[in-house]
């Protein structure tokens, strides 16, 4: 089993971060943040191909784009 999930969680925890995304291009990045209660952004230049995310960008400078 991926500890990804896990670790998203715990990390937000402990740094008592309340809102976030994740940037990622598998569907295990995707899964992972479904399980964390975060939007995912699916990175569509990298390996996956995910079918579920919030938002896609096709360069990194897209990010600058999205509604934080």
Not at 2 to 22: F, N, S
Request: proline letters at 7%.
């Amino acid at each position: 089993t991926c500890a990804l999930p896990i670790y998203i969680r715990l990390l937000m925890e402990r740094a008592q971060i309340t809102d976030a995304v994740y940037v990622g291009d598998t569907k295990g990045d995707a899964d992972a943040c479904t399980f964390a209660g975060i939007p995912f952004i699916f990175a569509e230049y990298g390996f996956g191909s995910p079918t579920h995310y919030a938002h896609k960008i096709t360069r990194f400078p897209e990010l600058l784009e999205y509604p934080f």
